[in-house]
C-alpha cells in the first residue's frame, strides 16, 4: 500500500469565508501515484471546516445566514468560551459544518458525484491554517 501526505496552507482575508479546494487536492492525488484508495481531507484546526458541497455562490450566502442563526458571533459577551478570545461562534460553526471528508478514489480521480466539491470553511480567518491531506491506496 502506498501513502501520501500533504499540509496546505489558507489565509482568508475576512473572518469567515469559502475556498474550493477541490483543485488541490486534485494535485495531491496525481502527485500520490495512487490509483485506487481513498483521501481523507481535514480541516488541522477547531474553527475551520472541510466539507462537500456545490460550488455555488448563494448557497455559500444561505451558509452564512444560516450558520449565525443558530451561532451568531455577537455579542462576544453571549459566551463563555469568549474569556480571552472571541471565536466560541466559530467553534460552533465548525461543528455544523464538520471537520474532515473522505473520498473514494477510483481509476486516479475523485470518483466524485454530480456537483460535489470540496471545500475549506474559514470561521475565524485573517491569519494561516492548514488543511491535512491523507491519501491511501495503490
Ligand atoms: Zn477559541
Redesign the pocket.
Known amino acids: 500500500m502506498k501513502s501520501y501526505r500533504k499540509e496546505l496552507w489558507v489565509e482568508t482575508p475576512n473572518r469567515r469565508g469559502y475556498i474550493n479546494i477541490t483543485p488541490q487536492v486534485e494535485q495531491c492525488l496525481s502527485a500520490s501515484g495512487i490509483r485506487e484508495g481513498l483521501v481523507l481531507v481535514n480541516a488541522m484546526h477547531i474553527?475551520s471546516s472541510v466539507f462537500i458541497n456545490d460550488d455555488e455562490s448563494g448557497l455559500h450566502h444561505d451558509f452564512e445566514v444560516w450558520l449565525e442563526k443558530l451561532a451568531p458571533e455577537k455579542p462576544h459577551s453571549q459566551y463563555r468560551?469568549n474569556g480571552f478570545?472571541d471565536?466560541?461562534d466559530a467553534?460552533m460553526k465548525r461543528q455544523l459544518m464538520g471537520r474532515e471528508v473522505v473520498v473514494a478514489i477510483t481509476e486516479g480521480r475523485l470518483d466524485f458525484g454530480p456537483w460535489e466539491q470540496i471545500f475549506y470553511g474559514e470561521y475565524d480567518g485573517k491569519r494561516r491554517k492548514r488543511i491535512l491531506v491523507k491519501i491511501i491506496g495503490e
Do not use: D, I, K, V
Open positions: 474553527t468560551h478570545e471565536n466560541a467553534h
